[in-house]
């Protein structure tokens, strides 16, 4: 079992930024992949962004790239998500997620094995 406790997120206006950060916990071995999802009201669960613990490159939806960092914090076993230039149509509940998988080109709503509560970020116009 693994545990994800989200932190971060509220009400931000356009232009704006704010961090999420997700620490895991329980039997996560040592490779995996960690990262983000959001759903906005009346709209599917989307992915935002994925890292894996074994190194290489994060994997970015393309309406984040350049806006949108993830990073690990490996003495936490945490990520955060820093989001920058945000968007009203950023308004959702994000939500962090796990895979036991350690390559994020496979990381999808159907795939992951764990979600976090989710937390709100409201981006006002």
């Keep these: 079992q693994v545990q994800l406790v989200e932190s971060g997120g509220g009400l931000v206006q356009a232009g704006g930024s704010l961090n999420l ?5 329980g039997r996560t071995f040592s ?7 959001r ?4 709209k599917e669960r989307e992915f935002v962004a994925a890292i894996s ?7 970015y939806e393309n309406s984040v790239k350049g806006r949108f960092t993830i990073s690990r914090d490996n003495a936490k076993k945490a990520v955060i998500l820093q989001m ?11 939500y962090c997620a796990f895979n036991h998988d ?6 999808s ?3 992951v094995n764990y979600w976090g509560k989710g937390t709100l970020v409201t981006v006002s116009s």
């Design 21 to 25: 950060s997700c620490s895991a916990s």
């Design 31 to 37: 490779t995996f992949t960690l990262g983000w999802f």
């Design 39 to 42: 759903q906005a009201p009346e």
């Design 53 to 59: 613990w074994s190194g290489g490159s994060p994997r």
């Design 84 to 94: 920058n230039s945000l968007k009203p149509d950023d308004t959702a509940v994000y």
């Design 102 to 107: 350690r390559r994020p080109e496979t990381f």
């Design 109 to 111: 709503s159907k795939t």
